[in-house]
T-cell receptor, first 114, second 112 residues
Framework: DTGVSQDPRHKITKRGQNVTFRCDPI?????LYWYRQTLGQGPEFLTY????????KSRLLSDRFSAERPKGSFSTLEIQRTEQGDSAMYLC????????????FGPGTRLTVL | QKEVEQNSGPLSVPEGAIASLNCTYS??????FFWYRQYSGKSPELIMF????GDKEDGRFTAQLNKASQYVSLLIRDSQPSDSATYLC????????????FGSGTKLNVKP
């Protein structure tokens, strides 16, 4: 399978715990994006990387959220001190650096905070 | 005002009919426009994109863009029950084409 992969697919945690998600983009894609989607809404942009550089962060990404892409390949998204409001689907997408910027999504990680 | 607006639906069409899905956007400087399909519990799947005024066809799908009216639509010809899903419109702005703004999606039901 050469698509975007995400791990884990589901995560249940207790409020206050830290969680980390991983995304592996399509191999030739140098741009990587994180989005969050709640029920009945479209995905909301969180952050994006070009290679290893994090170029933009949304105001949605509070200090409890951190994302990395250390070698320009896979990326991790960490949420510290989780809150019930963090429950959502976390989506990763990747694209090549061209003017059209077609973004292809992975299967997502569904987070439930109890 | 939301960046991207879509009627939440559901839009119900009979099998074989044309389904018409609409999207409006608020930023006149928006540059590229994308349609995604999302089945329940799954992630969005890219259908097609358009960036010039007019029509763009890909198989049973046609995207239509009218920048003057800030309006983009997706037509699905010969609708099939397997087309039943939520259709998301996404828009990127000139100067920041990496950040997509998504609508909330329109739910389409194709009845056999």
């Amino acid at each position: 399978d050469t698509g975007v992969s995400q791990d884990p697919r589901h995560k249940i945690t207790k409020r206050g715990q830290n969680v980390t998600f991983r995304c592996d983009p399509i191999s030739e894609h140098n741009r990587l994006y994180w989005y969050r989607q709640t029920l009945g809404q479209g995905p909301e942009f969180l952050t994006y990387f070009q290679n290893e550089a994090q170029l933009e962060k949304s105001r949605l990404l509070s200090d409890r959220f951190s994302a990395e892409r250390p070698k320009g390949s896979f990326s991790t998204l960490e949420i510290q001190r989780t809150e019930q409001g963090d429950s959502a689907m976390y989506l990763c997408a990747s694209s090549i650096a061209d003017p059209y910027n077609e973004q292809f999504f992975g299967p997502g990680t569904r987070l439930t905070v109890l | 005002q939301k960046e991207v607006e879509q009627n939440s639906g559901p839009l119900s069409v009979p099998e074989g009919a044309i389904a018409s899905l609409n999207c409006t956007y608020s930023d006149r400087g928006s540059q590229s426009f994308f349609w995604y399909r999302q089945y329940s519990g799954k992630s969005p799947e890219l259908i097609m994109f358009i960036y010039s005024n007019g029509d763009k066809e890909d198989g049973r799908f046609t995207a239509q863009l009218n920048k003057a009216s800030q309006y983009v639509s997706l037509l699905i010809r010969d609708s099939q029950p397997s087309d039943s899903a939520t259709y998301l419109c996404a828009v990127s702005r000139a100067g920041n084409f990496n950040k997509f703004y998504f609508g909330s999606g329109t739910k389409l039901n194709v009845k056999p």
